[in-house]
């Protein structure tokens, strides 16, 4: 199936280029470059770009993110803590998006969502500041009743549910998990926030959670930087697109 880049796409795809940070991080020159990536990924069919700035940049750095404001014409989903170092950042540079994940530094990867419910105070204040920049804040959360019933009390316009659960299982184990994210999306939606979708996605387990009818975007990463490696990343966010695409088709 070809896709019309650009048109009015039911599920978007916003590609993470964290991990080309990575590999370019381990010999601490400037190749492989991220924007470089997103602009790739942006001729390929996706249809955003996602970097979270960790707050030890073990992978995308501050310039990353200047470059990519300056560079990319896709709109910049920024993933980032709820702190008032990120909530500068994302001020100054006013992206698109902003997605509220929470970090461990002891973490290898964001292990779980955000804990809505629990830190009401502390995130209404960073959905308050951010959403008044007219950034789209979003709140990484895990598929629960509790973690939706959080974000529609704090006002969220967007949520991420966090699908490493969903990605860990094997195949047989997944229904439960698939109807978890499914009724979350749908609470969300009757509520008026668009639910997105994001973690551990890949070839083999993207197409069920890509079916799921009200999910408006999927954010994937380490899968496609990963395959991009024997495929060039172009083939690997094109094969990504055709799978999503034809998931809903
Ligand atoms: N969405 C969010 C909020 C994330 O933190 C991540 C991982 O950084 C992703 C999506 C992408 O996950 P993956 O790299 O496993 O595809």
Do not use: W
């Not at 994302?90 to 804990?115: F, N, S, Y």
């Amino acid at each position: 199936m070809t896709h019309d880049i650009g048109k009015d796409k039911a599920l978007r795809l916003g590609v993470n280029i964290d991990h080309v940070a990575t590999i370019r991080n381990a010999r601490g020159g400037d190749h492989p470059d991220p924007v470089r990536a997103a602009l790739i990924a942006a001729k390929a069919g996706a249809d955003g770009i996602t970097a979270h700035l960790r707050e030890d940049r073990r992978h995308i750095t501050d310039d990353d993110i200047d470059r990519l404001m300056a560079q990319i014409e896709l709109p910049l989903n920024l993933e980032m803590a709820a702190t008032e170092e990120m909530l500068e950042i994302a001020l100054a540079h006013r992206p698109h998006a902003a997605c509220i994940v929470p970090e461990k530094r002891e973490e290898r990867t964001t292990e779980g969502g955000l804990d809505a419910a629990g830190k009401h105070n502390l995130l209404a204040y960073y959905v308050d500041r951010l959403g008044s920049a007219n950034i789209r804040v979003s709140l990484f959360i895990e598929p629960s009743e509790e973690q939706v019933e959080a974000a529609i009390r704090l006002g969220a316009p967007v949520v991420e549910f966090h699908t490493g659960r969903y990605a860990h299982l094997a195949e047989e184990d997944r229904a439960a998990e698939l109807k978890r994210i499914a009724d979350c999306a749908a609470l969300a939606v009757k509520n008026g926030i668009e639910p997105h979708a994001g973690h551990g996605l890949t070839f083999d387990n993207v197409a069920p959670v890509a079916a799921i009818p009200q999910l408006a975007e999927l954010n994937i990463g380490h899968f496609m930087v990963g395959e991009a490696i024997f495929t060039g990343l172009d083939a690997s966010v094109r094969k990504m697109r055709e799978l999503m695409d034809a998931a809903r088709d």
